[in-house]
């Protein structure tokens, strides 16, 4: 009778190094991400353990896939907070597009003791201007307009320009009527169009915030490409209405 091998001795030392394998150190999935793996000490197969990751909360940071569907960009650090500077932005373009609805009103419609449309014609052709008609009615409805569009938060960079070559106008005017650059007289002050169109200016520079309807898009948090052209749209048109249509010398 022929002896049997014992061979217990054989698989306990090939379980032994089978428990001993170094773990894979990492893998490279479909999407580049590498994901380090570990080796369960019972289990032949390793158990992967996916890194952890804040998910960004850009609604616009978002892309496409080569499926087609929608993929949430990640980020690694914290979201950025921005404290009051949203509540300051509402309150400042909140003012300036009140200032801008009331004054629209006065000059298209008579309103808290506006000139009405003729008066105002009749102030653009003493001031120089060409067309005055036609500018009257199309720098009332911009006043209107613009001044909505801000208190709504909505389309700011269109907004700001156009409040931004409106009070350029308006503060070349208040010059006319004074000339030499007056600031803090009595009655030939022009310290409040120029803040007008400071505040036309911050407004194109640094969004309208959060608390508008264009809370959600990249103009209102992250503004930049449209910050310079709606500032430097609005500073043109406001050059371009008065020396075209004006010519005279600025500020002499």
């Known amino acids: 009778m022929t002896d049997t091998p014992d061979r217990r001795d054989e698989l306990d030392e090939s379980q032994a190094e089978t428990r001993a394998m170094p773990a894979q ?27 952890t990751y804040t998910a960004s909360n850009n609604p616009e940071s978002t892309e496409m896939d080569p499926g087609g569907s929608r993929v949430a960009d990640v980020e690694l650090s914290a979201p950025v907070r921005r404290g009051t500077s949203d509540l300051g932005l509402l309150l400042l373009r909140v003012g300036l597009g009140v200032v801008l609805v009331a004054h ?5 419609f008579g309103l808290f003791n506006g000139p009405g449309i003729s008066s105002y014609r009749d102030l653009l052709q003493t001031a120089g201007y060409q067309h ?21 938060g ?13 009070s350029i106008n308006v503060w070349l005017v208040a010059d006319l ?42 103009w209102a948090t992250r503004p930049l490409v449209s910050s310079w052209l709606a500032l430097v749209v609005g500073i043109a048109a406001g050059l371009l209405v008065w020396f075209l249509l004006n010519g005279a010398r600025p500020f002499a």
């Not at 909505?154 to 409106?166: C, K, M, R, S, Y």
């Open 154 to 166: 909505l389309l700011t960079p269109l907004a700001a320009a156009g409040a931004l070559g409106v």
């Open 177 to 218: 009527a004074s000339p030499g650059f007056h600031f803090f007289v009595a009655d030939k002050g022009q310290e409040y169009e120029m803040v007008l169109v400071l505040l036309a200016a911050v407004v194109a520079l640094v969004g309208p915030g959060r608390y508008s309807l264009d809370g959600r898009r990249g």
């Open 25 to 51: 150190s990492a893998r490279s999935d479909t999407d580049g991400l590498d994901i380090p793996t570990y080796a369960a000490p019972d289990r032949a197969e390793p158990v992967y353990v996916a890194p």
């Open 104 to 108: 629209g009103l006065q000059n298209a």
């Open 132 to 152: 005055p008609q036609l500018l009257a009615y199309v720098g009332s409805l911009t006043e209107l307009v613009a001044g909505v569009l801000l208190v709504l």
